[in-house]
Protein backbone atom coordinates (compact mmCIF):
# COMPACT_ATOMS: atom_id res chain seq x y z
CA UNK A 1 0.00 0.00 0.00
CA UNK A 2 1.12 3.64 -0.70
CA UNK A 3 0.98 6.51 1.42
CA UNK A 4 0.46 10.12 0.53
CA UNK A 5 1.41 13.45 2.40
CA UNK A 6 -1.57 15.81 2.59
CA UNK A 7 -0.48 18.95 1.89
CA UNK A 8 -2.27 22.08 2.95
CA UNK A 9 -3.27 24.82 0.42
CA UNK A 10 -2.61 28.09 1.37
CA UNK A 11 -4.93 31.22 0.35
CA UNK A 12 -4.18 33.04 -2.19
CA UNK A 13 -2.94 30.82 -4.60
CA UNK A 14 -1.13 28.25 -3.38
CA UNK A 15 -2.32 25.08 -5.17
CA UNK A 16 0.20 23.08 -4.31
CA UNK A 17 1.98 20.72 -6.47
CA UNK A 18 1.34 16.97 -6.37
CA UNK A 19 2.02 14.27 -8.85
CA UNK A 20 -0.76 11.84 -10.66
CA UNK A 21 0.06 8.47 -9.38
CA UNK A 22 -0.36 5.61 -11.98
CA UNK A 23 -1.04 2.23 -10.37
CA UNK A 24 -3.96 3.54 -7.69
CA UNK A 25 -6.72 2.21 -6.17
CA UNK A 26 -9.84 3.19 -5.80
CA UNK A 27 -13.67 4.07 -6.79
CA UNK A 28 -16.50 6.11 -6.78
CA UNK A 29 -20.33 5.71 -6.76
CA UNK A 30 -24.08 7.07 -6.91
CA UNK A 31 -27.57 9.01 -6.41
CA UNK A 32 -27.90 12.35 -4.68
CA UNK A 33 -30.38 15.27 -4.11
CA UNK A 34 -28.95 18.86 -3.92
CA UNK A 35 -28.97 21.57 -1.24
CA UNK A 36 -30.70 24.32 -2.16
CA UNK A 37 -29.33 27.80 -2.40
CA UNK A 38 -31.78 31.20 -3.59
CA UNK A 39 -30.71 30.84 -7.14
CA UNK A 40 -33.40 33.15 -8.65
CA UNK A 41 -33.45 31.19 -12.09
CA UNK A 42 -32.45 27.46 -9.91
CA UNK A 43 -32.54 25.10 -12.71
CA UNK A 44 -34.23 26.80 -15.25
CA UNK A 45 -35.22 25.05 -18.37
CA UNK A 46 -35.38 26.91 -22.31
CA UNK A 47 -38.28 28.71 -22.95
CA UNK A 48 -39.60 28.26 -26.40
CA UNK A 49 -38.83 31.60 -27.84
CA UNK A 50 -35.73 33.09 -29.72
CA UNK A 51 -33.16 32.94 -27.33
CA UNK A 52 -29.58 31.83 -28.35
CA UNK A 53 -28.42 28.58 -26.03
CA UNK A 54 -25.55 26.46 -26.22
CA UNK A 55 -24.67 23.40 -24.36
CA UNK A 56 -21.47 22.38 -22.77
CA UNK A 57 -20.18 19.58 -21.43
CA UNK A 58 -16.73 19.54 -19.29
CA UNK A 59 -14.75 15.98 -18.40
CA UNK A 60 -12.24 15.65 -15.90
CA UNK A 61 -8.46 14.26 -16.50
CA UNK A 62 -7.61 12.35 -19.83
CA UNK A 63 -5.05 10.15 -19.18
CA UNK A 64 -3.10 7.11 -20.41
CA UNK A 65 -1.24 4.96 -17.79
CA UNK A 66 1.17 2.64 -19.16
CA UNK A 67 -1.02 -0.24 -19.31
CA UNK A 68 -3.78 1.60 -21.07
CA UNK A 69 -1.28 2.37 -23.35
CA UNK A 70 -0.64 -1.61 -24.14
CA UNK A 71 -3.94 -2.75 -23.92
CA UNK A 72 -4.59 -0.06 -27.04
CA UNK A 73 -1.98 -2.35 -29.33
CA UNK A 74 -3.86 -4.21 -31.46
CA UNK A 75 -1.81 -7.30 -33.66
CA UNK A 76 -3.38 -7.34 -35.88
CA UNK A 77 -3.27 -4.34 -36.97
CA UNK A 78 -0.10 -3.26 -35.51
CA UNK A 79 -1.37 -0.07 -34.59
CA UNK A 80 -2.57 1.52 -31.77
CA UNK A 81 -6.54 2.64 -31.17
CA UNK A 82 -8.09 4.22 -28.20
CA UNK A 83 -11.77 4.43 -29.42
CA UNK A 84 -13.09 1.34 -27.45
CA UNK A 85 -11.94 3.89 -24.32
CA UNK A 86 -14.50 6.59 -25.69
CA UNK A 87 -17.52 4.72 -27.49
CA UNK A 88 -19.98 4.58 -24.75
CA UNK A 89 -19.76 8.42 -23.78
CA UNK A 90 -19.60 9.97 -27.50
CA UNK A 91 -24.16 9.43 -27.80
CA UNK A 92 -23.81 11.82 -24.80
CA UNK A 93 -21.01 14.67 -26.40
CA UNK A 94 -22.73 14.21 -29.77
CA UNK A 95 -25.71 15.82 -28.56
CA UNK A 96 -23.76 18.76 -26.62
CA UNK A 97 -22.32 21.84 -28.60
CA UNK A 98 -19.53 22.13 -26.67
CA UNK A 99 -17.23 19.28 -25.05
CA UNK A 100 -13.78 19.86 -23.26
CA UNK A 101 -11.26 17.82 -21.31
CA UNK A 102 -7.75 18.24 -19.36
CA UNK A 103 -5.26 16.93 -21.85
CA UNK A 104 -3.32 15.32 -18.93
CA UNK A 105 -0.18 13.51 -21.24
CA UNK A 106 1.90 14.64 -24.03
CA UNK A 107 2.43 13.35 -27.23
CA UNK A 108 6.15 13.32 -26.99
CA UNK A 109 6.75 9.88 -29.34
CA UNK A 110 8.07 6.74 -28.79
CA UNK A 111 9.11 5.12 -26.50
CA UNK A 112 5.73 5.48 -24.93
CA UNK A 113 5.32 5.48 -21.33
CA UNK A 114 2.68 5.82 -18.45
CA UNK A 115 3.29 7.98 -14.55
CA UNK A 116 5.46 9.38 -13.72
CA UNK A 117 6.62 10.97 -17.32
CA UNK A 118 3.72 10.88 -19.65
CA UNK A 119 4.02 10.00 -23.63
CA UNK A 120 1.28 9.00 -25.66
CA UNK A 121 0.77 7.28 -29.16
CA UNK A 122 -0.98 10.04 -31.18
CA UNK A 123 -3.87 7.35 -31.87
CA UNK A 124 -5.04 8.81 -28.62
CA UNK A 125 -5.72 12.58 -30.06
CA UNK A 126 -7.75 11.23 -33.54
CA UNK A 127 -10.16 9.35 -30.74
CA UNK A 128 -10.65 12.15 -28.24
CA UNK A 129 -11.72 14.40 -31.60
CA UNK A 130 -13.96 11.96 -33.33
CA UNK A 131 -15.37 11.09 -29.41
CA UNK A 132 -16.86 14.39 -29.73
CA UNK A 133 -14.22 16.66 -27.56
CA UNK A 134 -14.31 19.82 -29.09
CA UNK A 135 -11.56 21.87 -27.07
CA UNK A 136 -8.52 20.86 -24.97
CA UNK A 137 -7.08 22.66 -21.99
CA UNK A 138 -3.26 21.70 -21.36
CA UNK A 139 -1.87 23.38 -18.30
CA UNK A 140 -1.45 21.19 -16.23
CA UNK A 141 1.74 19.48 -13.87
CA UNK A 142 2.59 16.90 -17.11
CA UNK A 143 2.62 18.73 -19.99
CA UNK A 144 6.60 19.19 -19.52
CA UNK A 145 6.90 15.25 -18.81
CA UNK A 146 8.91 14.65 -22.09
CA UNK A 147 10.52 18.34 -21.97
CA UNK A 148 10.81 20.94 -24.12
CA UNK A 149 10.53 18.45 -27.98
CA UNK A 150 7.20 16.67 -25.93
CA UNK A 151 5.42 19.50 -24.49
CA UNK A 152 6.31 21.58 -28.87
CA UNK A 153 5.60 18.01 -30.11
CA UNK A 154 1.84 17.78 -28.53
CA UNK A 155 0.90 21.39 -29.53
CA UNK A 156 1.87 21.20 -33.18
CA UNK A 157 -0.11 16.85 -32.91
CA UNK A 158 -2.96 19.53 -31.63
CA UNK A 159 -2.57 21.56 -34.54
CA UNK A 160 -2.30 18.95 -37.27
CA UNK A 161 -5.95 17.48 -36.25
CA UNK A 162 -7.78 20.93 -36.16
CA UNK A 163 -8.01 20.58 -32.22
CA UNK A 164 -8.54 24.18 -30.61
CA UNK A 165 -6.28 24.03 -27.00
CA UNK A 166 -5.62 26.47 -24.36
CA UNK A 167 -3.00 26.64 -21.54
CA UNK A 168 0.24 25.97 -22.96
CA UNK A 169 2.11 27.77 -25.71
CA UNK A 170 4.88 27.81 -28.42
CA UNK A 171 5.89 31.21 -27.62
CA UNK A 172 4.52 35.16 -27.15
CA UNK A 173 2.84 35.19 -29.90
CA UNK A 174 0.97 31.97 -29.68
CA UNK A 175 -0.52 32.92 -26.42
CA UNK A 176 -2.20 36.31 -28.25
CA UNK A 177 -3.31 33.84 -30.56
CA UNK A 178 -5.34 31.27 -28.02
CA UNK A 179 -5.72 33.01 -24.67
CA UNK A 180 -8.34 33.09 -23.99
CA UNK A 181 -9.33 30.25 -26.41
CA UNK A 182 -12.69 31.96 -28.17
CA UNK A 183 -15.80 29.84 -28.57
CA UNK A 184 -18.21 31.09 -31.06
CA UNK A 185 -21.28 29.13 -30.84
CA UNK A 186 -24.95 29.73 -31.77
CA UNK A 187 -24.53 33.22 -31.70
CA UNK A 188 -22.51 33.28 -28.75
CA UNK A 189 -19.09 34.51 -27.87
CA UNK A 190 -17.43 32.41 -24.78
CA UNK A 191 -13.98 33.11 -23.42
CA UNK A 192 -12.54 30.02 -21.67
CA UNK A 193 -9.38 30.65 -19.90
CA UNK A 194 -7.09 27.83 -18.87
CA UNK A 195 -3.97 27.58 -15.74
CA UNK A 196 -2.62 24.98 -13.76
CA UNK A 197 -1.05 25.59 -10.35
CA UNK A 198 2.55 24.35 -11.50
CA UNK A 199 4.26 21.98 -13.34
CA UNK A 200 6.14 18.61 -12.51
CA UNK A 201 10.44 19.03 -12.72
CA UNK A 202 12.20 21.89 -14.46
CA UNK A 203 10.09 25.04 -15.40
CA UNK A 204 8.91 25.06 -19.40
CA UNK A 205 11.94 26.31 -21.35
CA UNK A 206 11.99 29.94 -23.45
CA UNK A 207 10.18 30.58 -25.14
CA UNK A 208 7.53 27.84 -24.28
CA UNK A 209 5.12 29.43 -22.24
CA UNK A 210 2.78 28.05 -19.53
CA UNK A 211 -0.49 29.26 -18.08
CA UNK A 212 1.18 29.05 -13.82
CA UNK A 213 -1.43 31.25 -12.13
CA UNK A 214 -1.72 34.23 -9.93
CA UNK A 215 -4.25 36.65 -8.75
CA UNK A 216 -2.49 39.03 -10.47
CA UNK A 217 -2.33 37.25 -13.99
CA UNK A 218 -6.04 36.22 -13.40
CA UNK A 219 -7.60 39.71 -12.75
CA UNK A 220 -5.24 40.77 -16.08
CA UNK A 221 -6.75 38.59 -17.78
CA UNK A 222 -10.69 38.59 -16.80
CA UNK A 223 -10.28 42.36 -16.96
CA UNK A 224 -8.81 42.69 -20.62
CA UNK A 225 -11.64 40.45 -21.73
CA UNK A 226 -14.09 42.95 -20.50
CA UNK A 227 -13.13 45.08 -24.03
CA UNK A 228 -13.04 41.96 -26.06
CA UNK A 229 -17.15 41.77 -26.15
CA UNK A 230 -17.76 38.23 -24.69
CA UNK A 231 -20.87 36.86 -23.31
CA UNK A 232 -19.89 34.72 -21.04
CA UNK A 233 -16.13 33.56 -19.11
CA UNK A 234 -14.82 30.26 -17.80
CA UNK A 235 -12.24 29.47 -16.19
CA UNK A 236 -10.76 25.72 -15.93
CA UNK A 237 -8.19 25.26 -13.19
CA UNK A 238 -5.25 22.41 -12.78
CA UNK A 239 -5.59 22.92 -8.81
CA UNK A 240 -6.21 21.81 -5.63
CA UNK A 241 -4.77 18.70 -3.72
CA UNK A 242 -4.26 14.96 -5.06
CA UNK A 243 -7.28 12.56 -3.41
CA UNK A 244 -8.98 15.50 -1.18
CA UNK A 245 -12.56 14.80 -1.74
CA UNK A 246 -13.92 17.84 -0.66
CA UNK A 247 -12.42 21.72 -2.22
CA UNK A 248 -10.28 23.52 0.24
CA UNK A 249 -10.60 26.91 1.07
CA UNK A 250 -8.07 28.27 -1.05
CA UNK A 251 -10.25 26.60 -3.55
CA UNK A 252 -13.17 28.51 -2.97
CA UNK A 253 -11.36 31.81 -1.84
CA UNK A 254 -10.22 31.61 -5.53
CA UNK A 255 -13.58 30.31 -6.86
CA UNK A 256 -14.78 33.84 -5.63
CA UNK A 257 -12.08 36.25 -6.19
CA UNK A 258 -12.85 34.96 -10.25
CA UNK A 259 -16.74 35.44 -9.60
CA UNK A 260 -15.92 38.59 -8.57
CA UNK A 261 -13.84 39.89 -11.35
CA UNK A 262 -15.81 38.94 -14.11
CA UNK A 263 -16.11 34.71 -14.37
CA UNK A 264 -19.51 33.22 -14.97
CA UNK A 265 -18.22 29.40 -14.14
CA UNK A 266 -15.10 27.81 -12.63
CA UNK A 267 -14.17 24.22 -13.74
CA UNK A 268 -11.82 22.02 -11.70
CA UNK A 269 -9.44 19.26 -12.65
CA UNK A 270 -6.10 17.56 -11.00
CA UNK A 271 -6.99 16.27 -7.10
CA UNK A 272 -7.99 12.57 -9.37
CA UNK A 273 -11.28 12.33 -7.69
CA UNK A 274 -14.46 14.63 -7.17
CA UNK A 275 -15.33 17.56 -5.44
CA UNK A 276 -18.65 19.38 -4.81
CA UNK A 277 -20.70 21.51 -7.26
CA UNK A 278 -22.45 24.49 -6.79
CA UNK A 279 -24.81 26.46 -8.96
CA UNK A 280 -25.79 29.48 -6.74
CA UNK A 281 -26.25 33.62 -6.50
CA UNK A 282 -22.99 35.45 -6.17
CA UNK A 283 -23.00 38.66 -4.62
CA UNK A 284 -20.39 41.07 -5.66
CA UNK A 285 -18.39 43.69 -3.39
CA UNK A 286 -20.71 46.15 -4.71
CA UNK A 287 -23.97 44.61 -3.81
CA UNK A 288 -24.85 43.22 -7.64
CA UNK A 289 -25.65 39.92 -7.87
CA UNK A 290 -25.01 37.13 -10.61
CA UNK A 291 -25.31 33.14 -11.10
CA UNK A 292 -22.57 31.34 -11.29
CA UNK A 293 -21.56 28.04 -11.26
CA UNK A 294 -18.58 25.97 -10.15
CA UNK A 295 -17.26 22.64 -10.13
CA UNK A 296 -14.01 21.93 -7.87
CA UNK A 297 -12.89 18.57 -9.22
CA UNK A 298 -14.41 16.45 -12.15
CA UNK A 299 -11.65 13.90 -10.42
CA UNK A 300 -10.28 11.31 -13.39
CA UNK A 301 -12.50 11.00 -17.14
CA UNK A 302 -9.98 8.15 -18.28
CA UNK A 303 -7.22 6.55 -16.71
CA UNK A 304 -5.86 3.08 -15.24
CA UNK A 305 -6.87 3.52 -10.84
CA UNK A 306 -8.49 0.35 -11.44
CA UNK A 307 -9.77 -0.89 -7.81
CA UNK A 308 -8.44 3.35 -6.12
CA UNK A 309 -11.70 3.99 -3.92
CA UNK A 310 -12.89 7.23 -4.89
CA UNK A 311 -10.16 7.54 -8.18
CA UNK A 312 -11.35 4.80 -10.69
CA UNK A 313 -14.21 7.53 -11.92
CA UNK A 314 -15.11 10.73 -12.00
CA UNK A 315 -18.21 13.06 -13.19
CA UNK A 316 -18.81 15.57 -15.80
CA UNK A 317 -20.80 18.66 -15.86
CA UNK A 318 -23.14 19.57 -18.44
CA UNK A 319 -25.09 23.07 -18.49
CA UNK A 320 -26.37 25.27 -20.84
CA UNK A 321 -25.94 29.41 -21.61
CA UNK A 322 -28.86 31.05 -22.84
CA UNK A 323 -29.07 34.58 -23.60
CA UNK A 324 -32.06 36.46 -24.94
CA UNK A 325 -31.75 39.49 -26.71
CA UNK A 326 -29.04 42.13 -25.64
CA UNK A 327 -29.71 40.52 -22.21
CA UNK A 328 -26.50 39.23 -20.43
CA UNK A 329 -26.55 35.27 -20.91
CA UNK A 330 -27.79 32.97 -17.82
CA UNK A 331 -27.09 29.82 -16.83
CA UNK A 332 -29.12 27.07 -17.26
CA UNK A 333 -29.71 23.28 -16.45
CA UNK A 334 -26.45 22.42 -14.23
CA UNK A 335 -26.47 18.28 -14.26
CA UNK A 336 -23.89 16.51 -13.35
CA UNK A 337 -23.00 12.50 -14.86
CA UNK A 338 -21.22 9.97 -13.09
CA UNK A 339 -18.72 7.94 -15.43
CA UNK A 340 -16.77 5.32 -14.15
CA UNK A 341 -13.90 3.39 -16.12
CA UNK A 342 -14.66 -0.58 -17.17
CA UNK A 343 -12.03 -2.72 -17.63
CA UNK A 344 -13.14 -6.27 -18.96
CA UNK A 345 -10.50 -8.61 -19.64
CA UNK A 346 -9.79 -9.66 -23.26
CA UNK A 347 -10.86 -12.45 -24.84
CA UNK A 348 -7.36 -13.38 -26.29
CA UNK A 349 -4.31 -12.73 -23.50
CA UNK A 350 -4.59 -10.81 -20.06
CA UNK A 351 -4.37 -6.97 -21.25
CA UNK A 352 -7.50 -5.30 -20.31
CA UNK A 353 -9.79 -2.96 -22.86
CA UNK A 354 -10.40 0.18 -21.09
CA UNK A 355 -14.37 1.89 -21.24
CA UNK A 356 -15.45 4.96 -20.03
CA UNK A 357 -18.81 4.13 -18.91
CA UNK A 358 -22.17 6.80 -18.16
CA UNK A 359 -24.13 5.27 -14.69
CA UNK A 360 -26.94 6.78 -16.18
CA UNK A 361 -26.65 4.16 -19.05
CA UNK A 362 -24.81 1.12 -17.21
CA UNK A 363 -25.78 1.06 -13.83
CA UNK A 364 -28.25 -2.03 -14.43
CA UNK A 365 -25.81 -3.39 -17.18
CA UNK A 366 -26.09 -7.23 -16.33
CA UNK A 367 -23.24 -7.75 -18.45
CA UNK A 368 -20.75 -5.99 -15.68
CA UNK A 369 -19.01 -9.00 -14.16
CA UNK A 370 -19.27 -9.85 -10.34
CA UNK A 371 -15.78 -8.88 -9.99
CA UNK A 372 -16.22 -5.28 -11.47
CA UNK A 373 -20.14 -4.91 -10.31
CA UNK A 374 -19.13 -4.52 -6.60
CA UNK A 375 -16.41 -2.11 -7.68
CA UNK A 376 -18.77 0.19 -10.29
CA UNK A 377 -21.90 -0.31 -7.23
CA UNK A 378 -19.73 1.28 -4.85
CA UNK A 379 -18.31 4.22 -7.12
CA UNK A 380 -21.73 5.20 -7.61
CA UNK A 381 -22.79 4.87 -3.91
CA UNK A 382 -19.87 6.80 -2.70
CA UNK A 383 -20.29 9.55 -5.21
CA UNK A 384 -23.62 9.71 -4.89
CA UNK A 385 -23.33 10.03 -1.03
CA UNK A 386 -20.56 13.23 -1.34
CA UNK A 387 -22.70 15.24 -4.21
CA UNK A 388 -26.16 14.67 -2.17
CA UNK A 389 -24.00 16.03 1.14
CA UNK A 390 -22.04 19.19 -0.45
CA UNK A 391 -23.88 19.95 -3.81
CA UNK A 392 -25.73 23.07 -4.20
CA UNK A 393 -28.22 23.11 -7.11
CA UNK A 394 -26.74 20.74 -9.09
CA UNK A 395 -28.70 17.74 -9.32
CA UNK A 396 -27.67 14.00 -11.30
CA UNK A 397 -29.06 13.14 -14.66
CA UNK A 398 -31.47 11.02 -14.22
CA UNK A 399 -32.07 9.61 -17.84
CA UNK A 400 -30.95 10.38 -21.01
CA UNK A 401 -32.62 13.45 -23.21
Given at each position: ?140 NHVYDKGKKGFE ?126 YKTFTKADGSKK ?111
Amino acid sequence: MKFYLKIVLFPIFGILLSQCNTNGQSIDNHNIKSKKDTVSTQLKTEKSDDAKVVSFIFTGDIMQHELQVKSAYYEDKKAYDFHSQFEKVKPIFDTTDVVVGNFEVTLGGPPYSGYPSFSTPDALLYAVKDAGFKYLGFANNHVYDKGKKGFERTLNMFDSLDMPYTGGFLNAADKAKRHPLVIEENGMRIALFNYTYGVNGNMTEAPNLLNIYNKDMILKDLKQSETENFDARIIYFHWGTEYERVQLPAQTELANFCFENGADVVIGAHPHVIEPMEYKTFTKADGSKKQVLVAYSLGNFVSNYATWRYADGGAMISFKFRKEADKPPEIIQPEYHLIWVYRPIRAAGDLRRYSVLPVVDFEHDTKITDEHRRLFDRFITDSRELYNKHNVNVPEVKKRK
